[in-house]
């Protein structure tokens, strides 16, 4: 392993035996990755530097930005979390908001500033985000001000957690961040700093966090959508699973970043609204569930989805009839 950029070493230092880690195969040509590494370096900067600046990068509620403006916000938000919040390589940052824009900036801009982003699903409540917080030793968070109810509860029960802004709804996030300077030096992080804690959703006891470097974060990205999806720049994404779940990190940020292609980010996970929001932005490949898909299917001659090519599942298996 490269040396680690963390100063906060409390993640690498909690990582388990290397005995106890999956095994990983790293022999295929597109994962030998360099030993320094950044996510956003690669899903976002890189984009920029290879002229796709001007392309459509993330639609949402209101918002439309370019390849280029979304590495502005980037860079203007791992500004405030550095030289507001005073964050260090290596702290934990709590993400907690419904699929927007801003949400999908703030992971890119926690990533930049080296910091390990624990994304949070919106329906969890100030017991189950506390328990969070005292697992990852959480010091930071950026929460959309219309979920906070539930994090300012678990904060006042959480000492570490100890800065915390708001976005939307007359935050204050986008109010500092529009101070800023558009450009920022990203953390030279290596491949194998963690880069984000998976928790589960605490449904059969206590949340278990899975640690996941940046190098994981560009493999996934070169096996799935590189083999199976084979997404172009001219594709549009879109789907209902929340950013704070994997899948949907994946399926709408991670993938369409990685082929600079587009990502539409819906505020409402509902299977109606994603099929209105198919025909309006001409989607062509859709992550979301069996269940969703289920519901959907009663809804094709309601809605002209003819732009869609590829369809995406997860969760239980995916009916014979759907």
């Not at 209101?62 to 005073?86: C, P, T």
């Not at 084979?230 to 929340?242: A, C, E, L």
Request: glycine residues 8%; contains cysteine; aromatic residues 8%.
């Amino acid at each position: 392993m490269s040396t680690s950029a963390h100063i906060d070493r409390f993640v690498i230092e909690h990582l388990p035996p290397v005995a106890q880690w999956p095994e990983l195969f790293f022999e295929r040509p597109e994962l030998q990755f360099p030993t320094r590494l950044n996510a956003t370096t690669e899903l976002l900067d890189r984009a920029v530097a290879e002229s796709h600046g001007e392309r459509p990068a993330i639609i949402g509620k209101d918002i439309h930005w370019s390849y280029r403006q979304l590495q502005q916000q980037v860079n203007r938000l791992a500004r405030v979390l550095v030289e507001d919040m005073g964050l260090v390589a290596g702290n934990r940052v709590l993400l907690r908001g419904a699929n927007t824009p801003w949400l999908a900036a703030c992971w890119l801009a926690v990533w930049k500033a080296g910091g390990v982003a624990v994304g949070t699903m919106p329906l969890l409540r100030a017991k189950e985000l506390k328990e969070i917080v005292s697992l990852a030793q959480v010091s930071h968070a950026l929460c959309d001000a219309s979920l906070a109810e539930e994090l300012v509860a678990a904060r006042a029960e959480s000492p570490g957690l100890r800065e915390m802004l708001l976005y939307g709804s007359g935050g204050e996030l986008e109010a500092r961040a529009a101070g800023k300077a558009d450009t920022f030096d990203t953390v030279d992080t290596a491949a194998t700093d963690p880069a984000l804690i998976g928790f589960t959703s605490g449904t059969t006891g206590i949340p278990k966090g899975t640690i996941h470097f940046h190098r994981d974060v560009m493999a996934m990205c070169e096996v799935f959508p590189r083999h199976c999806l084979k997404p172009g720049s001219d594709d549009v994404f879109i789907g209902t699973p929340p950013l704070a779940f994997t899948f949907g990190l994946g399926g709408l940020l991670c993938f369409p970043l990685w082929a600079r292609a587009s990502t539409v980010l819906l505020e409402k996970l509902a299977p109606e609204p994603l099929m209105k929001a198919i025909q309006d932005y001409k989607a062509t490949i859709c992550f979301t569930s069996p269940t969703a898909y289920r519901q959907m299917t009663g809804l094709v001659g309601t809605y002209d989805i003819s732009s869609l090519k590829k369809c995406v599942s997860a969760g239980e298996a995916l009916p014979t009839d759907t």
